[in-house]
């Protein structure tokens, strides 16, 4: 309450390590009172590791439209803490080689961490992903498939999976794949566009 009013948000964190350890905040993020949720879900996007996913995973589809948004960007955040600080500063040079428009660069970056750590699902979706900038769509499903397998909560890849079924020209699978995003992650509004687009389109085939 003391956050919402001061909007110190490093004061707040700071606040939350003295006197929360991250079993009790996952704990207070499953609290029947939303603003409970709300101040574990932001706690724990900023300061848990990889062992919080699931906690934000669920977050995700919560009740509370502030505790779901919370998650979504704290869990993007959490993707990013894993495994070892070498290991994290690879995946900040592949989102950097990404953002820059560099998907050949991207995708070899990414091979270079999925061999190193095969069990780190954001190397796999940016593989998947720089494939897919790339044109290989086929490539880009398998990957973000993989991302899945490892990561169910990943819904940035179910959702870059089903935009490479769509580029390869399969619907249904697309289809799937949209609906599996929205599954995980029901605020994404662009992702609801597409499925009511597919739906219209295989309707009208048949």
């Known amino acids: 309450e003391r956050y919402l009013i001061d909007q110190d948000a490093e004061r707040y964190l700071q606040c939350i390590s003295d006197r929360y350890n991250m079993g009790s905040l996952e704990r207070v993020a499953t609290n029947p009172d939303r603003v409970a949720r709300r101040g574990a879900v932001l706690a724990l996007g900023h300061l848990a590791d990889y062992q919080a996913n699931s906690v934000l995973g ?21 993707w990013m803490r894993i495994g070892t600080p070498t290991q ?14 560099e998907n050949g660069r991207a995708a070899q970056l990414s091979t270079a961490l999925v ?8 190397g796999w979706y940016y593989r998947g992903l720089a494939f897919y900038q790339l044109d290989q769509p086929d490539a880009a499903t398998r990957d973000c498939h993989q991302a899945l397998e490892i990561n169910p909560y990943h819904f940035l890849a179910a959702a870059t999976m089903g935009r490479a079924y769509l580029k390869a020209g399969d619907q249904v699978s697309a ?14 509004e662009d992702v609801r566009a597409q499925v009511i687009q ?7 085939k048949h």
Do not use: C, Y
């Open 115 to 122: 061999d190193d750590a095969p069990w780190i699902a954001q």
């Open 88 to 101: 994290q500063r690879h995946l900040v040079a592949i989102d950097q080689q990404l953002e820059d428009g």
């Open 175 to 188: 289809l799937d794949s949209f609906r599996r995003t929205l599954r995980v992650n029901p605020s994404m």
């Open 58 to 78: 669920r977050a995700l589809v919560d009740s509370d439209r502030g505790v779901r948004t919370l998650a979504e960007a704290g869990i993007r955040r959490l």
């Open 198 to 204: 597919l739906q219209r389109s295989l309707k009208d």
